[in-house]
């Protein structure tokens, strides 16, 4: 495999504008972080700004922020500015919905209310909120750089250039449940975000940071998001990968089986990103905190590794068979299991399914994953029923269904805005939602272990949007499916349902693990179980580095714990295929 250059700060010189984007927990917020004081050290004027409602600026420098902006002292010349997208995003449904209470049904303005809190929302408000930065003429003068730990997708750009985006149609469709009217209200911002648009495409003034890890499903998310975003102009881009571990470890035979595995995903990268400059920064031995590791984490030279003597016992971690006897003992129907992708939920689905036929339940096993793949992970399976959803096809059926239906009573910039709302990730989620009820529908005596979960802003968009159905006359859509319907209050009723969340024992993942959670209360749906995934903790490595690694998990596992009240499990990390026999170990 031919080796990268180490990413270094000078990447950036003569760039004013800098966007980090990546799959969360792959390190963009400390490769920005260590960009920026990098710079900053080289005697630039410095602005960093994090829109990531997941981000942890405020751990990572040690001191409260806001969104204005904070001089860190102890670097002379960077600001830092942490945004709270959430909160704009609350503010700003606020001021749409607002003129309207008291004046249309609570059905209607509780569906309005829904359609406006998704991750397209967020996104939305996260624009608005660096488009300011950037098309500010004094923060121009005042900076040499303006940097910013997150970037907006292809999604929401596309949405901003649409005309139709604009237009008081918005408010008036009932095309069928999905991200409608991120953008009402919002015209006087129009010339701004046109700006903002023409900026990021400047290749003189702007570049777009990839950050990824040399594993599979970060490098397809990089590719995915390079193609799209280039596809719209921005096509000054680098890429990092971040984590890889150094010739120098590979005598510690985990580390030798971590080299293997990101070699083995660095050689067969997608071809999107052939052509892009590449960069690494090795595989560190502490987490990314403190002005000491920032400035170390782009630097050959690094400090030591824990000693042998500061690391505790690593053993004593709830194993998957604990989670697999609850679940048998309380008799849940329906299982998912939810995450970031990346994070291992497919796999551990199978396992737990594996562990449920081992004592005799009958249970069917259904995924997005091709089902050849699942085949492979189970071969030796008895008692277990696979199928497939083929996300691809369910979610052109379903945006085909909708714009049909659209397209009868509109045209032109309406439909293309259409259009372009059902590429939002609430439309994939509902359509592959669906498909999953129908299967559920049929199970009968089964238990049915699905390898995803739809979000709770998707649960209460159906929701909403069945009230709205039966409320407001006017309304063209489709009814929610019968299968919907009846899955719906199935999720809500923790007698027959578990979600089981996955993660990774790093910050970001549990940061976006916490979020899901906190989404599916909203739509009336309990988690109780957690697994975190492809633990050091949970191995017996005896590479320094890899131990001080596994250190640095405990903050991540003991947060879990808490949060589940007790009810996780942790999963080492494994350098054999996760199948059959190996899937058996983690049940034992």
């Given amino acids: 495999m031919k080796s990268f250059p180490l990413y270094q700060a000078n990447v950036a010189m003569g760039l004013k504008y800098l966007f980090f984007t990546g799959k969360g927990g792959v390190g963009k917020t400390s490769t920005a972080c260590a960009t920026a004081v990098s710079l900053a050290d080289a005697g630039k ?28 002292a102890e670097v002379p010349g960077l600001v830092v500015a942490n945004l709270n997208p959430e909160e704009a995003a609350r503010e700003y449904r606020e001021s ?87 953008l009402a209200g919002l015209e006087e911002q129009k010339d701004m975000y046109k700006q903002a648009v023409a900026t990021l495409a400047d290749g003189k003034l702007t570049a777009l940071i990839l950050v990824t890890r040399p594993e599979e499903s970060p490098l397809k998310e990089a590719a995915r998001s390079s193609m799209e975003l280039r596809d719209l102009g921005i096509k000054n881009q680098f890429l990092v990968v971040n984590g890889l571990v150094a010739d120098e470890m590979a005598a510690d035979e985990l580390a030798q089986a971590m080299q293997s595995k990101q070699q083995e995903a660095l050689a067969s990268i997608p071809e999107e990103l052939a052509g892009i400059p590449p960069y690494i920064i090795p595989l560190r031995a502490y987490n990314v905190t403190g002005l000491e590791n920032i400035r170390a984490m782009l630097k050959p030279e690094q400090p030591l590794a824990a000693s042998e003597a500061a690391v505790e016992s690593l053993h004593n971690l709830p194993a998957l068979r604990t989670l697999v006897d609850e679940l048998h003992k309380t008799g849940k129907k329906v299982i998912f299991t939810m995450g970031k ?31 050849a793949h699942l085949e492979f992970v189970l071969s030796k399976a008895n008692g277990i029923t696979l199928s497939r959803i083929d996300e691809e096809k369910e979610l052109e059926a379903y945006r085909q269904e909708l714009l049909a239906r659209a397209a009868e009573t509109m045209g032109g ?21 669906r498909a999953f009820a129908e299967i ?47 899955l719906l209050p199935r999720l809500r009723n ?10 990774l024992p790093e910050a970001t993942p549990v940061f976006e693990a916490e979020r899901l959670s906190d989404d599916l209360a909203r739509a009336g749906i309990h988690n109780n179980w957690w697994i975190v995934n492809a633990s050091f ?39 054999r295929e996760l199948k059959d026999e190996v899937l058996l170990e983690l049940l034992q």
């Avoid at 003068?141 to 929401?156: E, N, R, V, W």
């Fill in 413 to 433: 910039d309406d439909l293309a805005y259409i259009e372009e709302d059902l590429r939002s990730p609430c439309t994939q989620e509902i359509a592959v939602f």
């Fill in 494 to 503: 923790e007698a027959e349902t578990e979600v089981v969340i996955v993660t």
């Fill in 537 to 575: 903790r949970a191995t017996n490595t005896t590479h320094p580095l890899l131990r001080a690694r596994a250190l640095a998990e405990a903050n991540w596992i003991e947060r879990v714990a808490a949060r589940s009240k007790g009810h996780y499990a942790v999963i080492p990390w494994e350098k």
């Fill in 45 to 72: 004027k410095v602005l960093l700004v994090s829109t990531d409602p997941a981000s942890n600026l405020q751990d990572v420098f040690g001191r409260d922020l806001d969104g204005k902006g904070v001089a860190i």
């Fill in 96 to 182: 749409v919905i607002g003129p309207y209470r008291g004046k249309l049904p609570d059905s209607v303005l509780k569906n309005m209310e829904e359609q406006l809190s998704g991750s397209c929302t967020v996104e939305i408000a996260a624009f608005n909120e660096f488009s300011r930065f950037i098309t500010d003429d004094e923060l121009q003068q005042k900076y040499d750089h303006i940097l910013f730990d997150t970037a907006p997708t292809g999604h929401t750009l596309r949405m901003l250039q649409l005309p139709s985006a604009w237009s008081s149609f918005i408010s008036e469709s009932t095309h069928g449940a999905s991200c409608l009217g991120q």
């Fill in 341 to 371: 992708g990346g994070v291992g939920k497919t796999t551990l689905a199978a396992a737990i399914a594996l562990g449920l036929a081992q004592k005799g339940v009958k249970v069917q096993l259904t995924t997005t994953d091709p089902a």
């Fill in 440 to 486: 559920v529908a049929k199970a009968g005596d089964e238990v049915v272990v699905i390898d995803t979960a739809p979000t709770g802003h998707t649960l209460l968009l159906l929701d909403a949007t069945q009230s709205y159905h039966h409320e407001v006359e006017r309304t063209q859509g489709q009814e929610t499916p019968l299968s919907v319907q009846q």
